[in-house]
Every structure is written in C-alpha cells, then in structure tokens.
C-alpha cells in the first residue's frame, strides 16, 4: 500500500473539477491542481488579487511582476480572462459566485470545521490573506492534504486544535488514502487507498467514519515528484 | 483654472504630510507596490504612523523601510509573517509590544476601504465568523447565517501605484496592479499616485479604470 504523493492527490481534486466552473485554488499544494484539469474541461481559475481566469505559469522571458496570482507566481492569461481589483474579487468570493475553493488544511473536524491560517508558530506574525473569505463563502470548499501529520497524527479529527479558519465549511477532503464527503451525519469515505481496509483507516482518523456502500478505490497514475522535492 | 494634478516629485507630493497620519498603501503579490512614493515618505519622516497595507513583511514592498525607520505606531494588514525562520523587523517590533497589529480577513480589508470611500460606516460579514479574529465583534444573524460587524477604515493619504495618469488624474493600471488601489485612492483624504507616465492628452475613457476626481496628485516616475 503507497500512499498518494501529492501531486497524485491533487490529479484526483482535479478530475471532479467540471467544465464552466469557476475555481480558487489556494496557495501550495491546490495550485498544483492547475496541470491535472482535464483538458477538454472551460475552466476559469480566479485569483484573490483579482485575476479571472489565470492560465499556466509564465516562461521566464515572459514573466511581468505585474501578472502575478495570489501566491506571487508570475502567471499568464488564459482567453475569456479578466482582471478586476481586489474589493470586486473578494465581493465575488463572498457573493458566492465561486464555484469551488480547493485550500490546503492542517485539520479538518467531522462537522467541516476547518483549521489551515494558524499553525501558531512562536515569533512569527499572522497571515490570514484570503483563507477566510473562501473558506466561509465558496460555494463549495474541497481540502487537500496528507491524511496524517508527519509525525502520523491524525488531522481528521472530532474537532480541531487549531484556530479556526471558517465554522462549518468544508464539503470534501481528498487524502494520500482517501476522498471523504463531510456530511450532515459526518464523515462519509467515498473512495479508499487499494490494500487499505475500514480499521486501518480509523486508525489513521481521529473522527468517526462511514462508509459509502458503492466505497470505490482510490485510484490515480502515477507522478514522479520533482527531483529533490521535500515531500 | 485648469485642473492639473501632476507633481513635479513624489518629495512635493508628500511635502504635507503630517504626524499621526493614517497611510493606505497599495500592492499585492508584487503588483502596484507604490515603492518611490514610500520610499519619499521615509525620508519625509512623519512619525507615529498608521499603516493599512495588505502585507507588512512583503519581500518586494518598500513598507519595511516605514517600520525599520521608527515612523510606524499601528499596522492594519492581512498578512504580517516574515519570510525567513528568524523574525522580520516587524515581528521583532510586534513581539516587543512596540508597534500595534490588526489582522483582518483580506475580503473584509478591502472591503472596509471600500465602505470608507462609500459613505458606509460599518457592514455585516459572515467572514471570520467563529474564529480569533471575531474576538470581540458584535454578531447578528441574518438569514440563518451569523455575521460579524466590520467598519469602515478611511486614510488621510493614500500612496498608490498604476501605470498611467492624466492631467485630470484619471488612471489605467497594468495587469494586477490594480489591486487595492482604485478602493484606497476613494478612503483617503488625499490621494497620491505614482504611474509609470502621465499622458500629454486626455486618457481616452473607455481606458480609465479610476476617475480623476479621487486623485489629488500624481507623480510620473518613468518605470
């Protein structure tokens, strides 16, 4: 049983991504998520600052510090694109008018609560950024993330230990071993890592579990991560 | 007289800038960084500053000089984490209890500056509900949904940055520069523009992405 690395886990966030949408992907592994969408799929990719409908990453010859995404990548835009200041894009976060949000997680509780802002590092100031703004008024809020800590806690829990970034908000987790719907009656595995079974899943949980009764597995190709990646 | 808001220097520009100063800057992600105008405010050298500016730390923003320099009482920002492991100028002064932070949801940033540029004094958001930066604000319900009470920030100067002006002060910014620059030029008092050129002609309209009349003063720069 290998886990997914997490490109793989971003492959398989980006196949439920469906033509017409208008998608944020949060910074680190979400933005990752913009080189598996299925070709064939008209999708806008919004940035906080303002960019409707960011495309691929600049070539260094091209790149414009002044055409950068909410990570400060140097971006390029894809046609139909927009851009609009930054009161009107977070007045279309909050509106509701994004589709989907795929943000990254430290925790995520059984009731959607969802923790990814604070990590509460000693002598290091607060970022919050956009975090909030999505994860409260996307229409749908996607995690993903490691299903355990490096350390092997879990960061599925009953309720989060860190501070929270929005109550109640968070729809589905895709994992390195599963993808989960957050339910009204909790956590619902839908797809589960090939090798893995229902207890060693739980052991790797700290919230409780059902599971789906079409449960499939969890499948992507494979990606090589980048030579020296740290993950 | 005509209208003509050109400034022969961003030192003019500035030459009345007073203590105690509430400063909204501009910029985002490298974008629209009013990085000469700041850099004039420095060696103007106002003290007891309130910053309003979306990152404190930003590697490619001039507003650590501000901080570094002592002028600094209060920043109003979204993001106020350093780059590297060992704290930032900021931090160490945030640490020290030395200079005053606000952490604001970056919506509710904008949209704040917003409001104060709109005759709103406060609003109702469901951002940031149940979480530390809702300490202390007044919650109401509405449709179902709890919300807390953000108000309206105005500046007495706003430094912005775009990529061209006209006599009148009409603006056209590039790409993302724009950013949280049309908002912060309608909040404050005086506006204070640096653009890359200011045309000999009046800006055709269908270009002008800020009308002239929130703009006091604009300095060409040449880059």
């Keep these: ?231 | 007289m005509p209208i003509d808001k050109r400034a022969g220097s961003a030192a003019e520009a500035l030459a009345d800038v007073s203590d105690g100063a509430t400063v909204l800057i501009s910029g985002f992600g490298g974008a629209g960084f009013p990085n000469i105008l700041i850099r004039a405010l420095r060696d103007r050298g106002p003290k007891n500053l309130t910053l309003v500016v979306n990152s404190a730390v930003h590697r490619y923003s001039f507003t650590h000089e501000l901080i570094e320099a002592g002028l600094v009482r209060k920043v109003v920002c979204t993001a106020a984490r350093g780059h590297s492991k060992e704290p930032s100028p900021f931090e160490r002064l945030w640490i020290e209890g030395k200079i005053e932070l606000e952490c604001v949801p970056q919506g509710t940033f904008a949209e704040r500056i917003r409001a104060g540029g709109a005759g709103i004094p406060a609003f109702y958001t469901p951002v940031g509900f149940g979480t530390d930066l809702a300490q202390g604000k007044e919650v109401r319900n509405f449709d179902g949904r709890d919300c807390i009470l953000a108000q309206a920030i105005k500046g007495d100067l706003a430094l912005v940055r775009a990529d061209t002006a006209d006599r009148y002060g009409n603006l056209a910014f590039r790409y993302a520069q724009m950013n949280f620059g049309p908002v912060m030029a309608t909040a404050a008092t005086l506006a204070v523009v640096e653009v890359r050129t200011v045309l000999d002609e009046p800006m055709p309209h269908e270009r002008v992405q800020l009308p002239g009349f929130y703009v006091d003063r604009v300095v060409a720069v040449g880059t």
């Design chain 1, 1 to 231: 049983m290998q886990p997914l690395n997490r490109l793989q886990i971003a492959w398989r966030a980006a196949q439920d991504i469906g033509d017409g949408m208008l998608v944020n992907l949060g910074m680190g592994m979400p933005v990752t998520v913009v080189d598996y969408l299925r070709p064939e799929a008209d999708i806008f990719i919004q940035s906080e600052n303002g960019v409707i409908g960011a495309g691929p990453l600049a070539s260094p010859d091209r790149a414009d510090t002044d055409l950068v995404d909410a990570s400060s990548r140097r971006v390029t835009l894809r046609p139909g694109a927009a851009i609009v200041d930054s009161s009107w894009s977070f007045a279309a976060i909050r509106g509701g008018h994004i589709d989907v949000a795929v943000l990254g997680a430290f925790e995520v509780a059984a009731n959607g609560d969802l923790a990814n802002w604070d990590m509460r590092l000693p002598n290091k100031g607060p970022l919050v950024g956009g975090a909030m703004d999505l994860a409260a008024c996307a229409r749908a809020v996607w995690v993903i993330m490691e299903h355990v800590t490096r350390k092997g806690a879990p960061r599925l829990l009953e309720a989060c230990t860190l501070p929270l970034t929005a109550v109640r908000c968070v729809k589905r987790v895709y994992t390195d071993l599963a993808v989960i719907e957050i339910t009204p009656a909790g956590m619902l595995v839908r797809e589960m890592l090939a090798g893995l079974d229902e207890t060693d899943l739980r052991k790797r949980t700290g919230a409780p579990l059902n599971f789906a009764p079409d449960c499939r597995p969890l499948v992507t190709p494979p990606i090589e991560l980048p030579i020296g990646d740290p993950a």
